[in-house]
């Protein structure tokens, strides 16, 4: 990796500098979730249902507590009726109230129906052994096309759920947003072309499942320890779910194992809050990998039917895109996926003046769909990148030269930034940093683009191909999203940061205190982060949205500078000079006239104890009038076994603008990790399941995610921008990668062997079927 | 499910002392050396673990040009083992670096892999090919198969009260070579070929021929052996195998790839290892 770029002068921004908590990640020290051994402990583990959809008639649980070592049992009988949604969302959530603790219906192959606390695992096990439920079995649908199809059978008949956009239709979210004229775009357009692509269920497969510890405090609270991207959503899910006052509940996120979405979701925290509510007792969950698969959340599968109409010259002229979202038993993100499939991809070819984006979310009695990472971008770009390789086929152009024509620049809008927002309207913007053209140059010379474009190699059965693709994202939500940092200063010069952000391996602490220390004048040594505690640090919509360095990080840098201006107040007294004759750098302010000086050490020994005491501290807060995109141009090289099917990836490019990299290894860091997922999207990934909709392959051993051998060589290069509302010019970087891989491979096969794949993943089989039928 | 009923954990010191702790527990106990199987399918009705790691079955030998193997060499002792390294031009070495991860690696026994037999592994096919003989100890005396044999007949069974104790790898004159088809690098197979042959004056004079993850267990096209005997190596020989494997190979589905793919992929995988083998003869 490298930064093609000069920065402003900066002398922890742009730096490699070691993580915060690199050492002791290393060493094996952190404490994640599941490292605390609190006395009295119950295990928590679910009764997951066996019918993909059925009403519970009965259940007896007269066995499971007679068994020795069983502390409570939990279903619908009860608890408490109360509807939420389980998506960690800012309020109010966008996502419908479709979601109970425990139903009296069960809606796929996994869903709850129950949960036991008791002394030990086994003992829990054996418990959900001697549980007697009698199902009445209804019919169940297994795909968007059969739940829309008239007469069948309403997923969400219950009564006191809001939020469905038409329930009796098995429609969870609708949307639909016209601009201009679409079919007068079309019959304008000299070219039309037409591409459907179609992914299916994946899963995040972090390396830590879902995991909650919940517990009471000496003073009788409840808190919740637990691997979540959304703390303070937490607090507020589970206050609503089980009844409580939100003060009554802390939230702890420790270390997190990874999450990529999964984790903005409250699967685990409700119930094991619920158990422990009920028990008085410290309550244990963590999924087994099976139930990571099944029951904790998994992308949106989706298909995705773009239109292209351009001109001759190639200017784009009219784009229609339908979406048809598979969100499975409830609609958690159904509507802002879906919603994001359009407004995050239609803006990066905004010359089109006639758009229609429109589509269904809709339910089935699969598992439940969520946030994954690109969060229905993903989805879009595949069939939009797709179409645009074929368009630029069909006109005779590079596909280079398609993307330069029609992309968005600096300076430009879409109308789709106003159109679509999270779950609403969003706000205009304007586009204020755009170097997609300086990543294509230099994405393309680096994979060698037009020599191996002008002439297809072929060697026995392999035949390469090249192929690329162009994504954007954004950097958190607009007027939604608020993150906010408090700043303190010790005695010693050193600094607390507190944010509600939260680091869920992305590197965030790091980031963040960058970005303080910065403002600061300090090595990032000198700043202690503490992160995600709900009592303690201030509020953060939490770690999505590719919003943590945008918009946490701009609160820190204005808390950061509030506490600057402090400094200066307090030295500026020590050195008799005017704060604006004050500069602060290495840990010292300094006057620009007289050359005095004094130490940070001092000026906090200051005001502690000397002279008007008082704590130097700040708490500012950001939410993101506009959301600056990142841009990325994807570029790979395949070879495919013309005889199998079998394809491979064998160099990799993304030439990537996220305004100025506040850690440059750790943005190629997000960008590298969010191709190798993406090439799992592309070639492997795929949860397979029985006509009975029971999940087939969920493990490790049947459901594959690319290792460290079967990533090809990537090069990642961040090339020279800087985003002028950013914090020292930075915006986003953590979804676009995602984008990518999927059109960039699928068009790469197609200029190898002349076949389009447009059902991911492209297996062996598949490449191989189409080969025969089209090849 | 997890090995939750495991009352006692016993060291064998010799084979004896392992059947016998055997037999005392009447099924009820497994033996252990990599433990990869019992980990991914662990059986709830198991009270005790032997463990036969300490019976000095950890040992790769050559003797005459073929390899003998103690039981619980683990797929790492092997791959670092110089006369393994040496059999066969490195056949053997090139089938095991192709078997899951090296994490893995580290713990599977080749014993393991004779006695879980799985279909979709690698080891059996190039066992099969290779003909190799197993050895193995029970309360009647010693014993020795084939492993075509062992696994035509009720293997599973027969390891219940038994100890695998070494399995030879024979030698041959020519050289064999190992293709497999899967979805990522770490993957069990979608189809895996073992192959080898000797060739004399231009000619095929001996073949051995399997083909594994059908999704079957390996086993040998002796019919496409024969044939290939006196035939001359070559492209239009490799495109007579092509056409024949495919039209009386019988493959089928499993929910990792279909009949339809298997059969279309077949010949070319026959061809190609047997291209290759013949390639490493110096005679393509």
């Known amino acids: ?775 | 499910m997890r090995l939750r009923g495991i009352k006692r954990f016993h060291y064998a010191r010799d084979v004896e002392e392992a059947l016998s702790l055997l037999s005392a527990y009447q099924g009820r106990a497994a033996l252990l050396a990599g433990g990869v199987d019992l980990a991914r399918a662990a059986r709830g009705d198991l009270e005790g673990l032997i463990d036969i790691t300490g019976m000095g079955l950890s040992y790769v030998r050559e003797e005459g040009g073929g390899l003998r193997i103690g039981a619980t060499t683990t797929l790492t002792g092997i791959l670092e083992n110089k006369a393994a390294q040496g059999y066969l031009g490195g056949f053997f070495c090139e089938v095991l670096r192709q078997v899951a991860a090296p994490p893995l690696r580290n713990m599977a026994t080749l014993g393991g892999a004779v006695v879980s037999a799985h279909p979709w592994a690698d080891i059996p096919t190039a066992l099969v090919a290779l003909g190799a003989e197993v050895r193995w100890s029970d309360e009647k005396g010693e014993h020795r198969a084939s492993v075509e044999e062992l696994w035509q007949g009720q293997f599973r069974k027969i390891f219940r009260n038994a100890v695998l104790t070494e399995i030879r790898l024979p030698a041959w004159e020519g050289a064999f070579a190992f293709e497999k088809l899967s979805r990522s690098a770490c993957d069990i197979a979608l189809l895996n070929c073992a192959c080898g042959l000797g060739i004399e004056d231009g000619k095929i004079a001996w073949a051995r021929v399997a083909v594994g993850a059908t999704p079957r267990r390996g086993r040998r096209l002796t019919w496409l052996e024969d044939f290939l005997v006196g035939n001359q190596p070559g492209e239009g020989l490799w495109r007579e195998v092509r056409d024949r494997v495919e039209a009386q190979v019988e493959v089928s589905s499993d929910r990792r790839a279909s009949g339809a793919w298997r059969k279309a992929v077949v010949g070319p995988l026959v061809a190609r290892t047997l291209k290759r083998a013949a390639e490493k003869m110096g005679d393509a």
């Open chain 1, 1 to 775: 990796m490298e930064v093609v770029a000069e920065r402003k002068r900066t002398s922890v921004v742009g730096k490699n500098v070691r993580k915060v908590d690199g050492v002791v990640l290393v060493c094996g020290r952190p404490k994640f979730t599941l490292d605390v051994d609190l006395p009295g402990t119950l295990v928590g583990k679910i009764l997951h249902s066996p019918h993909a959809h059925a009403e519970i008639v009965s259940i007896d649980t007269s066995k499971a507590e007679a068994l020795p070592g069983v502390a409570c049992i939990l279903h619908h009988g009860n608890v408490e009726r109360i509807p939420y949604t389980t998506a960690g969302q800012g309020w109010p959530e966008p996502s419908p109230y479709d979601s109970f603790l425990f139903d009296r219906k069960v809606r796929f192959v996994g869903d709850r129906v129950a949960a036991v606390a008791a002394e030990s695992e086994e003992v829990a096990e054996e418990a959900l052994r001697l549980i007697r439920v009698e199902y009445k079995v209804l019919p169940a649908v297994f795909s968007p096309e059969e739940a829309l199809a008239d007469g069948a059978p309403v997923i969400h008949d219950e009564e006191d759920a809001t939020g469905i956009h038409d329930a009796q239709h098995n429609i969870a979210a609708a949307v639909d947003i016209p601009v201009g004229d679409i079919e007068r775009g079309f019959s304008e357009s000299d070219v039309v072309v037409e591409a459907t692509c179609e992914i299916p269920y994946s899963q995040h497969t972090p390396i830590e499942p879902h995991c909650t510890v919940a517990y009471f405090d000496e003073e009788g609270r409840l808190v919740i320890r637990t691997s979540t991207q959304v703390p303070f959503h937490v607090r507020r899910i589970v206050a609503r779910a089980l009844g409580l006052p939100m003060e009554r509940i802390r939230v702890i996120k420790p270390r997190i194992g990874g999450g990529f979405g999964t984790k903005q979701e409250i699967v685990l925290e409700d119930v094991a809050a619920a158990l422990a509510l009920r028990t008085g007792r410290p309550v244990v969950m963590v999924y087994t990998r099976e139930e990571e698969f099944v029951c904790a959340r998994t992308r949106h599968p989706m298909r995705v039917r773009v239109k292209l109409g351009a001109k001759k010259d190639g200017t784009l002229h009219a784009i229609e895109m339908e979406a048809t979202s598979n969100t499975g038993a409830y609609g958690a993100h159904a509507l802002t996926v879906l919603s994001n499939v359009g407004s995050k991809t239609l803006p990066l070819y905004n010359k089109a003046p006639h758009l229609h984006f429109h589509g269904k979310a809709v339910y089935t009695n699969l598992p439940v769909a969520g946030a994954y990472r690109g969060y229905g971008a993903t989805q879009g770009y595949f069939a939009l990148e797709v179409a645009m390789d074929e368009l630029a086929e069909r006109l005779g152009m590079d596909p280079i030269e398609l993307r330069l024509k029609n992309h968005i620049r600096a300076g430009e809008t879409s109308p789709i930034f106003e159109k679509i927002g999270e779950g609403r309207e969003g706000k205009p913007m304007v586009v204020r940093s755009c170097a997609l053209e300086e990543c294509l140059k230099v994405g393309a010379e680096r994979i060698g683009w037009y020599e191996k474009r002008s002439r297809r190699r072929r060697e026995g059965r392999w035949a390469y191909g090249v192929g690329m693709a162009c994504a954007m994202q954004g950097s958190g939500i607009t007027g939604i999203d608020m993150g906010a940092a408090t700043i303190l200063m010790n005695e010693d010069g050193s600094f607390r940061l507190l944010v509600g952000a939260t680091d869920l391996g992305t590197g965030s602490d790091t980031i963040l205190a960058q970005i303080a220390a910065e403002v600061l004048g300090v090595p990032v040594e000198r700043i202690v982060v503490y992160s995600s505690d709900t009592d303690l640090t201030p509020f953060d919509v939490g770690a999505y949205a590719s919003s943590t360095t945008y918009v946490s990080g701009t609160a820190v840098l204005k808390a950061a500078e509030e506490v600057r201006r402090q400094i200066l107040e307090v030295a500026a007294g020590m050195l008799e000079e005017p704060p604006e004759d004050l500069e602060l750098s290495g840990e010292q302010v300094v006057s620009k006239k007289t050359g005095k000086s004094v130490s940070l050490s001092e000026v906090g020994h200051q005001a502690t104890y000397v002279v008007d005491q008082h704590q130097i501290a700040a708490t500012a807060s950001f939410v993101p009038p506009e959301s600056p995109p990142p841009f990325t141009a994807f570029f790979c090289e395949v070879a495919v076994d013309t005889e199998t099917g079998v394809v491979r990836v064998q160099r990799f490019v993304a030439a990537a603008d996220c305004g100025v990299p506040i850690h440059p290894k750790l943005a190629e860091g997000q960008l590298e990790g969010a191709i190798v997922q993406g090439i799992g999207h592309a070639l492997t990934e795929e949860l397979l399941f029985s006509d009975k909709g029971r999940c087939l392959n969920a493990n490790l051993f049947d459901y594959k995610i690319p290792s460290s051998l079967d990533v090809p060589h990537i090069e990642v290069v961040l090339v020279k921008s800087e985003e002028p509302t950013g914090p020292f010019g930075a915006k986003s970087i953590a979804e676009v990668g995602i984008n990518g891989p999927l059109p960039a491979i699928s068009n790469a096969i197609y200029h190898a062997v002349g076949v389009r794949l447009k059902r991911a993943p492209f297996t062996p089989e598949r490449v191989l079927a189409a080969l025969h039928r089209d090849g």
